[in-house]
């Protein structure tokens, strides 16, 4: 079952309005909707019963509440899982433990900030992203679609992503997973964890991934090393070469231990996770080059307190305060003293260390993130919200290498405070007005000119902006729901934006902020007939018009490209999402979303001041999909071969459109270099036992071996094949 057949279920319970003493024809409504709603849940065979679904289903912001327990008997991880809410595309550079941006209604990578129960996980390190976390680490997902609430605290343009962690205060559970595929890939996971009368639990969380990655691509200019030490290069000439260099694994262990539904706290968690990962780096950030020996490793300790209380001094006052320490190591190496080649052929270098430039560089990062919210519902109806949010990094590097931009740290402290008023006096509507202030403390080095080997001095960089909005939500008939949201926002540079990451990412530290007036509109309606059909359809218009967008280009320094950040004047942003769903009893799902996002220059004269007219005005930003859109067809077997078992076969599609790697209008129509259009088929079996305690699963990626690429014409694995045991009890 697919998320799209969640949502149905959750729109469906917003339908309910608040039941008065006074009122006996609007309570014997009420009373046939929450019949109609229950035999609805029943209908789809979807467990979706929590409060907090709802309320983001319910509320004014473009969001969606995701339910993953019908994913988690599949290889999904946390990014993956994300991939058929309406707006959302996921792009990859390769394989299993690739780097991987989410892009939504047009904006992707920075634009988009990721929580894990409410903590942001800015500068987490690269070990513990969502696409190596695994769907079974999380409870649902939380997506809000540009306009953000306060309560996150966050500098987002595109929009806010939280992984809400599983928190059942069961006696104890135990859910256990392993999985092997194509391309020796492992992925495992154990989640155990207990809950006593006396309030105490704790919980121990493990995964890991691995994988060879040793697809093949098809690499153009292949080069060939010849006898007596020359080579031979044909810039227009494909072959087809196997990833002999792409190999990566990460581990990660989390352990928690508090108390729950005490006087003085409804929870009180205190955790620590440690992961760690390698990863070999095969290409650049635009595959004209094979490495093979270039390889990055890191590990992190990130210790986090939680506190949450309910009616804390005075009735209808709420406090959740979080705060948590990160401590990182990346460690980029570069020491090779051969050239190789996509064949995997190898040959001295003459004493020259590094396929790139020699690099043996260890960087530090120490993050802190604190969090402290208050909510306070003075009468039925009212709500105010404060918060406040402090991030800060500080980043040293020490290097094998001569380098004094490493003697001075790189330093960013970012305060975002925020301030809400709700007025939702029935379930049927709600209006939500909101201002932030965003303050950002930047320093670090800077050259003293343009040759970085006359030194560097200390230099800073201060932000301070003010941002404000209104979200508003309105049910029209019973079961149609309109939702309008306005926001002035700013997003602040991140440290890689301004100080690059000591590899392939080049800095910039006179960026500017994005500033960005962001609209959504949404509908959604939802229809049941005859106690076994169930309609959902969902559309969406969003507007953008973004200042000093942070654009990411590729820079070619001694034949490797590099990534590069630069401000862009003033960019465009206007689409819509469509997305529908239909269910038939506990048996059929089917459905699917299509989104078009056209983000555009809208900068008439070039960047300069000059009064030369921009030509690339009112193109299209190049390296962005702008065409997408996913299908699915769900099956179900139930009581197959005996009493709580159930077999579940699925079929999804990925369809993108071609889109341009470089801006459309340079160049001819035969020269112009675009991401061909693409579609990926996929089928996943699953059954389950004793009502989903033991679980196979077989699952086929990419049916059709179709060529699938991504950022910058990256090119992505062919057709794979995986499997999959897990086991999920508890008492």
């Not at 006996?24 to 009420?30: G, I, M, P, T």
């Not at 979706?48 to 509320?59: D, E, F, G, K």
């Not at 989410?102 to 987490?124: A, R, Y």
């Not at 193109?619 to 005996?642: C, S």
């Amino acid at each position: 079952m697919f998320i799209m057949s969640m949502l149905v279920a959750c729109s469906l319970n917003m339908s309910a309005t608040t039941v008065t003493d006074n009122d006996n024809n609007k309570h014997k409504k009420e009373k046939k909707d929450n019949e109609r709603v229950s035999r609805t849940i029943d209908l789809q065979e979807v467990n979706v019963v929590t409060s907090t679904v709802n309320r983001v289903n319910r509320s004014a912001y473009n969001a969606v509440g995701v339910d993953t327990k019908a994913l988690q008997n599949t290889t999904q991880n946390l990014s993956e899982a994300l991939r058929q809410v309406p707006g959302i595309k996921l792009r990859e550079t390769g394989g299993v433990g690739s780097d991987m941006q989410l892009m939504m209604d047009g904006f992707s990578g920075k634009h988009i900030k990721v929580f894990i129960d409410g903590v942001p996980q800015d500068g987490v390190g690269q070990s513990f992203g969502l696409n190596n976390i695994p769907v079974t680490y999380a409870d649902r997902i939380e997506v809000y679609r540009g306009v953000v609430p306060v309560e996150y605290g966050t500098d987002a343009i595109g929009g806010v992503i939280n992984v809400v962690t599983k928190k059942n205060a069961r006696r104890w559970h135990l859910d256990a997973s392993y999985s092997y595929g194509s391309f020796n890939t492992h992925k495992s996971n154990v989640d155990f964890g207990q809950y006593f009368k006396n309030g105490l639990t704790y919980e121990i969380n493990f995964f890991q991934n691995y994988s060879d990655n040793n697809y093949s691509i098809d690499a153009t200019g292949v080069k060939h090393f010849l006898e007596g030490g020359g080579s031979q290069q044909n810039s227009k000439t494909t072959e087809r070469v196997e990833r002999l260099h792409d190999a990566y694994h990460n581990e990660a262990v989390i352990g928690r231990i508090g108390v729950l539904n005490k006087s003085w706290a409804d929870r009180l968690m205190m955790s620590v996770t440690l992961s760690q990962s390698y990863k070999e780096i095969q290409t650049d950030t635009r595959q004209t080059v094979a490495f093979g020996e270039r390889h990055r490793k890191g590990w992190s300790v990130m210790p986090a307190l939680e506190y949450r209380k309910r009616n804390i001094f005075l009735e209808g006052l709420d406090l959740a305060a979080t705060v948590n320490y990160n401590r990182n190591m990346t460690n980029n190496i570069d020491t090779a003293t051969y050239e190789y080649n996509w064949l995997g052929d190898r040959r001295y270098k003459n004493g020259r260390k590094g396929e790139v430039s020699y690099q043996d560089t260890k960087t530090y990062n120490d993050n802190w993130n604190a969090t402290l919210r208050a909510t306070y519902q003075p009468a039925h109806g009212h709500t105010i919200t404060l918060n406040h949010l402090v991030q800060s990094l500080d980043r040293k590097t020490n290097t094998a290498t001569v380098d004094l931009s490493n003697s001075i740290n790189k330093v960013t402290v970012k305060r975002i405070t925020g301030l809400s008023y709700q007025l939702a006096p029935t379930e049927r509507w709600n209006v939500t007005a909101f201002a932030k202030n965003y303050d950002q403390r930047n320093s670090g080095p800077l050259a003293l000119s343009g040759n970085d080997n006359t030194g560097y001095v200390k230099t800073h960089n201060n932000v301070n902006m003010l941002g404000y909005g209104a979200a508003g939500s309105m049910y029209l008939i019973s079961n149609l729901q309109m939702k309008l949201s306005y926001e002035r926002t700013c997003r602040l540079p991140t440290t890689d934006e301004l100080f690059g990451d000591n590899d392939l990412e080049r800095g910039k530290f006179e960026l500017k902020p994005e500033r960005s007036h962001n609209y959504n509109l949404n509908m959604n309606y939802t229809h049941t007939f005859n106690r076994k059909h169930a309609l959902y359809l969902e559309g969406g218009l969003i507007y953008r018009l973004t200042k000093d967008y942070i654009k990411r280009t590729t820079e070619n320094v001694s034949g490797t490209y590099y990534g590069a950040y630069s401000n862009h004047g003033r960019v465009k942003t206007k689409g819509y999402n469509i997305g529908v769903r239909y269910d038939y009893q506990r048996w059929l799902s089917m459905g699917g979303n299509w989104t078009r996002m056209d983000v555009r220059d809208d900068e008439p004269t070039q960047e300069t001041g000059s009064k030369q007219n921009n030509l690339t005005y009112e193109a299209r930003m190049p390296n962005l999909p702008y065409q997408f859109a996913n299908a699915d067809v769900t099956l179900r077997w139930h009581n197959l071969g005996a009493k709580g078992n159930m077999l579940t076969c699925t079929y999804d599609m990925f369809y993108t459109h071609s889109f341009p790697l470089f801006s459309e209008v340079y160049g001819n129509a035969s020269s112009k270099m675009k991401v061909p259009t693409q579609t990926a088929h996929n089928v996943t079996l699953t059954y389950a036992m004793n009502g989903g305690k033991y679980n196979l699963s077989f699952e086929c990626h990419n049916l059709t071996d179709a060529k699938l690429y991504d950022n910058f014409n990256l090119q992505k694995a062919g057709r794979a094949f995986y499997g999959k045991v897990r086991i999920n009890i508890g008492g």
